[in-house]
């Protein structure tokens, strides 16, 4: 197993604000768009170097995603941020109609995805937006891993053309990635290369698999993990090459099971090779307050919860 | 060009919507019709746009517009007024409009970017979304210093959205000052009146209150007086505050029985009554 060690932890929506910070300096077509949220969405140093490139819509999302397509017709391009609640199902269908549907080059980069938002419970924990931003045509996912990761998308996002949702998260989480990765929209990372099991994860689950890759290596298994941070479109191929030797598969999201990167996995096995697969996801509920840590665990995010999915499918492999 | 030519190019744009309609036996005469004067007047005098020809003769569309007054239609069911005028206007040719809602067309339902037709910048149909975008294009303007305005046209069903009124509180706040919003009033929607189905009252000091400069047209169906209200917009455009013009229309406007209630709103004529309105509306650049 690679060693993967941090010195640093910090949150992803940081590396975004970060990468904003950057872009801000180099592109002067990025523009940025919050409903009230800025300090959640760590984009005040954008803001106060380019003042005339923001626009605070209030609390008004619908609104927002709307004024963002339109800005793409000057030739600018927008990221419109919030939580990711409420740039994902409160506007599906302002995203559907004025960004997809139209294939507007809007940027939607949204915070505090998923249960590690913590104590503010389920009404602000979305579980549901990869798979319903999956589901729309045009429309391209990002879920990256730590704080270099979500910057470097956040950066190649300006030179990528068309609709993209880019979510990650509120928590500090370890720094374990090249600060001067070259982020490469649709291609996989390989983290481990193994032959034993495919561990496929994305965004905060990354670091999870790897500390489980840790402990299934001290029990004789050697597992391949991928860090799937596009989950759409999907790199198929690196997928199905490690499938194909590994023969059995777990994937780690912290997102529904339903629609999100497991079935995204599933349907393109289902299609090529098939191979057991154990999900590591919740399982049709909402969450719930606690500390990040706490609702990890009791939602069987862990990486406890990846290495006994890991053995589970081991064992199914004929 | 004179009101004269302007009432004559309307008048094949209602034929054109007529017989769009009845070609698909679906779609939205109604509204098309009441705002018919409305588009004839901004795409053949009011608007700026540019007037370069590109392949087949055509007039180029360019998705940026810059330098071009732009145009929004937010009540998208109302296209076949919209495919008409950008067709008579020369963006495509009007034979493309018996294409209307049928398979493998450009000429979708409701206006779409998707098949690439010229002179459509956003997808629109699902209610509500069109001031955000005009909102959204007309910031990009402010930011290219191109001093072109933005139109953007609503039905006053349409004024039931909730994301109507969070556009309505953005263009006063940020001072969209190039930016012409016009209601289509003609108390019609589907289920019926809009007194009825959901009562809009006073639009004028709800637009008034939350900021806009609110100026009105008494009959959108008069060309004179549609022309007048547009070059007061443009006027007092500029000065700080975002320009919502009321206007009042009749839906139908231009064939008898279908004005005067909602009931043309969403349905095409038969043969029979097609020939009747087409009766009622000279034909004055041929028919497509």
Redesign the interface.
């Known amino acids: 197993m690679k060693k993967y060690t941090y010195t640093e932890k910090q949150d992803t929506r940081s590396g975004f604000g970060d990468g904003m910070t950057e872009l801000g300096r180099s592109n002067p077509k990025v523009v940025t768009l919050c409903a009230d949220l800025v300090g959640s969405l760590k984009t005040a140093t954008f803001i106060k170097e380019n003042p005339s490139r923001f626009f605070q819509t209030g609390i008004a999302e619908a609104n927002m995603m709307g004024i963002a397509a339109g800005l793409t017709i000057g030739g600018y391009i927008p990221y419109p941020t919030t939580f990711a609640n409420f740039g994902s199902g409160r506007v599906y269908d302002q995203i559907r109609q004025s960004i997809a549907y139209s294939n507007k080059n809007v940027k939607i980069a949204v915070s505090h995805a998923g249960l590690t938002l913590g104590e503010d419970g389920a009404t602000h924990q979305i579980l549901e937006d990869i798979a319903m931003m999956r589901a729309m045509p045009n429309m391209t996912v990002i879920n990256p891993c730590d704080y270099n990761q979500t910057k470097a998308a956040t950066i190649a996002l300006a030179d990528h053309v068309g609709p993209a949702y880019l979510r990650f998260g509120r928590p500090k989480v370890p720094i374990f990635t090249d600060p001067n990765q070259k982020f490469e929209i649709g291609k996989a990372w390989t983290v481990n290369e193994g032959k034993d099991v495919s561990i496929f994860a994305t965004g905060h689950l990354v670091w999870e698999a790897i500390q489980a890759g840790e402990i299934l290596a001290e029990k004789g298994i050697d597992a391949e993990i991928i860090n799937i941070h596009t989950i759409k479109p999907l790199d198929t191929a690196a997928i199905l090459k490690s499938v194909r030797k590994t023969k059995c598969v777990v994937t780690c999201e912290e997102h529904q099971a339903n629609g999100g990167l497991g079935d995204a996995v599933a349907q393109t096995l289902a299609q090529n090779f098939l191979a057991p697969q154990e999900y590591v996801a919740v399982n049709n509920s909402f969450g719930e307050s606690g500390t990040p840590e706490q609702l990890m665990a009791k939602y069987g995010l862990s990486a406890e919860a990846i290495v006994e999915k890991t053995l589970k499918v081991i064992g199914r492999k004929n | 060009m004179q009101i004269k030519e302007l009432e004559d190019i309307a008048s094949q744009v209602r034929r054109d919507i007529v017989r769009m309609v009845h070609g698909c036996a679906s779609g939205h005469p109604g509204g098309s019709l009441g705002c018919t004067d409305l588009l004839v007047a901004l795409y053949f005098q009011q608007m700026k746009i540019s007037n370069r020809k590109g392949k087949g003769g055509y007039l180029s569309f360019k998705?940026?517009?810059?330098n071009e007054d732009?145009f929004f239609l937010s009540n998208g069911h109302i296209s076949p007024v919209f495919y008409s005028v950008l067709s008579r206007r020369g963006y495509f040719d009007p034979a493309e409009l018996a294409t209307f809602r049928k398979i493998d067309s450009r000429l979708q339902g409701h206006p779409?970017?998707?098949e690439g037709l010229p002179g459509i910048?956003?997808?629109?149909?699902?209610l509500?979304?069109?001031?955000?975008?005009?909102?959204?294009?007309?910031?990009?303007?402010k930011?290219?210093n191109?001093d072109k305005n933005v139109f953007v046209l609503m039905g006053d069903g349409e004024q039931q959205e909730?994301?109507v009124w969070?556009?309505a509180?953005?263009a006063p706040?940020?001072k969209v000052d190039n930016l012409i919003a016009i209601i289509d009033l003609n108390h019609q929607q589907i289920d019926g009146s809009t007194d009825e189905v959901m009562n809009n009252r006073d639009l004028k000091a709800k637009y008034k209150a939350f900021g806009w400069r609110v100026m009105e047209i008494a009959n959108g169906n008069d060309m004179e007086e549609v022309v007048k209200g547009l070059r007061k917009a443009k006027r007092i455009s500029g000065k700080g505050q975002p320009i919502m013009i009321i206007m009042h229309t009749e839906m139908g406007a231009g064939v008898d029985f279908m004005m005067g209630s909602h009931k043309w709103h969403g349905i095409a004529p038969n043969d029979e009554q097609l020939a009747a309105a087409l009766a009622q509306l000279p034909e004055t650049i041929g028919d497509y």
């Open positions: 998705m940026d517009g810059l732009l779409t970017t998707h910048r956003v997808a629109s149909g699902s509500g979304q069109g001031m955000s975008v005009a909102i959204g294009a007309a910031l990009s303007k930011l290219n191109d909730g994301q969070e556009a509180q953005f706040h940020h």
